[in-house]
């Protein structure tokens, strides 16, 4: 019994004890996208479609999410002269049976003049949040729905799509999170942050 804890002990002690990342990490549930159609301050109409997110810290320690989006997007080929903006929205857009209101809406100025967030996620804990994505309205060509955020562990998902997320074999890699954009037919994956470990 004294060998078995023992063993067990050492383990242990090899596996967190040498400053490598927990096994677990973040599990990013992605829901179905939702829409609603809004109208700049300017009088331009716009359509807005998002995706409910949830992201968990199933590790042992706190993990340090930061996103940030470009100011706007080129559609992808043929269509690269028409634009697009990436935008985080906050948690209350992400809830279930929850009507988006006017004051909602009257918000996302700021959201677009600064599409970051920076936030710390416990062990165990969790953030509620939206990806939304803004076109004009109506589209000249298709729409833009954001359908899956993800941390990139694997160079070879999603091969049929468009990467402008950089392809490397560090060990960066897998603390680079990608968005994967539907564009009809087509789609795109949009680098848009990185997690880090809390003191590691």
Same mark, same amino acid.
């Given at each position: 019994?004294?060998? /078995?804890?023992?063993?067990?002990?050492? *383990?242990?002690? #090899?596996?967190?004890? $040498? #400053?490598?990342?927990?096994?677990?990490?973040?599990? &990013?549930? $992605?829901?179905? $996208? @939702?829409?609603?159609?809004?109208t700049?301050?300017?009088?331009?109409?716009?359509? !807005? @479609?998002? !995706?409910?997110?949830?992201? /968990?810290?199933?590790?042992?320690?706190?993990?340090?999410?930061?996103?940030?989006?470009?100011?706007?997007?080129?559609?992808?080929?043929?269509n690269?002269?028409?634009?697009? @903006? *990436?935008?985080?929205?906050?948690?209350?857009?992400?809830?279930?049976?929850?009507?988006i209101?006017?004051?909602?809406?009257?918000e996302?100025?700021?959201?677009?003049?600064?599409?970051?967030? $920076?936030?710390?996620?416990?062990?165990?804990?969790?953030? &509620? *949040?939206?990806?939304?994505?803004?076109?004009?309205?109506?589209?000249?060509?298709?729409?833009?729905?954001?359908?899956? *955020?993800?941390?990139?562990?694997?160079?070879? &998902?999603?091969?049929?799509?468009?990467?402008?997320?950089?392809?490397?074999?560090?060990?960066?890699?897998?603390?680079?999170?990608?968005?994967?954009?539907?564009?009809?037919?087509?789609?795109? &994956?949009?680098?848009?942050?990185?997690?880090?470990?809390?003191?590691?």
């Amino acid at each position: 019994m004294y060998k /078995t804890i023992l063993g067990l002990s050492i *383990l242990m002690i #090899g596996c967190f004890g $040498n #400053g490598q990342s927990p096994i677990s990490g973040l599990v &990013i549930d $992605n829901k179905i $996208n @939702r829409g609603i159609n809004y109208t700049d301050p300017l009088g331009t109409d716009f359509s !807005i @479609r998002y !995706i409910p997110i949830t992201i /968990t810290n199933d590790s042992t320690i706190s993990i340090h999410l930061q996103m940030a989006f470009l100011k706007e997007y080129n559609y992808p080929h043929p269509n690269s002269h028409e634009k697009f @903006r *990436l935008i985080p929205l906050p948690k209350e857009w992400a809830l279930d049976g929850v009507e988006i209101s006017k004051s909602m809406i009257n918000e996302i100025t700021g959201y677009i003049e600064n599409p970051a967030l $920076n936030d710390t996620i416990g062990p165990g804990k969790k953030i &509620i *949040l939206a990806i939304g994505s803004i076109y004009p309205r109506p589209a000249k060509s298709t729409g833009v729905l954001p359908r899956k *955020l993800f941390t990139v562990s694997d160079t070879d &998902i999603f091969p049929e799509c468009d990467w402008h997320l950089e392809k490397d074999s560090s060990s960066n890699q897998k603390n680079q999170m990608g968005l994967k954009v539907i564009f009809g037919e087509k789609c795109m &994956i949009i680098p848009c942050g990185q997690i880090s470990y809390v003191g590691q």
